[in-house]
């Protein structure tokens, strides 16, 4: 059974430029977590999403960020004009339910590091 | 309010036990997580604990909470070199995603 899958590992961008991120959840998971990692910081939750259907998105800044979780295929994270302060370690989740009662199972991150 | 906090470092002799703590601030919380993370690695569920619980054992891991103090400790017995890495804290509770702490270094000398 795979676990979440995050492509790609590294990427790397010019400031201005697009990243898109993508993720693979566990098979049988339905739900989606964006976390975003600084330098010596916790995880800053994201977005949660559900197939088609965004959930919270509170802790997404509200220019250049979206999300989505279509019907078929991965989840993406974009990022539209990046900026430098955008490098960071963007980790994606997925869990079966929602996450009070359903652990979340992480995939090892896409490494975003803007030049 | 949501804040979780750790303490940022910790170092430990090889077979000696660790002790890493965690204090969260939401009574309302249903579960707290411990995950562990190895460089250039993702987040590895350890184990959690309902909140009506004070006590969970998982082979060398016990998690003790308190939850009149709102305080949350992973203790890692007969610690390993294998064991260095980072632990994080995170609590949820219904309708929210995961909050979490920002994570003790672990550190194991041998």
């Known amino acids: 059974n795979a676990g979440v899958m995050q492509n790609p590992r590294h990427l790397v961008r010019r400031r201005g430029q697009e990243a898109r991120l993508r993720c693979s959840p566990m098979?049988?998971?339905?739900?989606v977590y964006w976390y975003r990692q600084l330098p010596e910081e916790g995880l800053k939750f994201m977005v949660y999403?559900?197939?088609?259907?965004?959930?919270?998105e509170s802790g997404m800044p509200k220019e250049r960020f979206s999300a989505e979780f279509p019907k078929e295929g991965p989840s993406i994270l974009r990022i539209q004009q990046v900026v430098r302060g955008d490098s960071a370690a963007y980790f994606c989740?997925?869990?079966?339910?929602?996450?009070?009662?359903?652990?979340?199972?992480f995939g090892n991150g896409t490494r975003l590091t803007v030049t | 309010g949501e804040d979780v906090e750790q303490s940022l470092f910790l170092s430990v002799r090889e077979g000696d036990s660790s002790v890493i703590n965690c204090t969260y601030t939401?009574?309302?919380?249903?579960?707290l997580y411990w995950y562990k993370q190895e460089p250039g690695a993702g987040l590895q569920l350890l184990t959690y604990?309902?909140?009506?619980?004070d006590m969970k054992q998982d082979q060398r891991l016990t998690v003790l909470l308190n939850k009149k103090d709102k305080h949350l400790s992973l203790r890692i017995a007969d610690t390993q070199t294998g064991d260095s890495a980072i632990y994080f804290c995170?609590?949820?509770?219904?309708?929210?995603?995961?909050?979490f702490g920002k994570g003790t270094t672990l550190s194991v000398s041998s």
């Open positions: 995170a609590e949820s509770w219904e309708g929210t995603a995961l909050i």
């Open positions: 989740a997925s869990s079966p339910g929602q996450s009070f009662n359903s652990p979340l199972h």
């Open positions: 098979k049988g998971h339905s739900h």
């Open positions: 939401d009574s309302s919380s249903t579960y």
């Open positions: 999403l559900q197939k088609e259907n965004i959930i919270d």
């Open positions: 604990i309902f909140s009506n619980m």
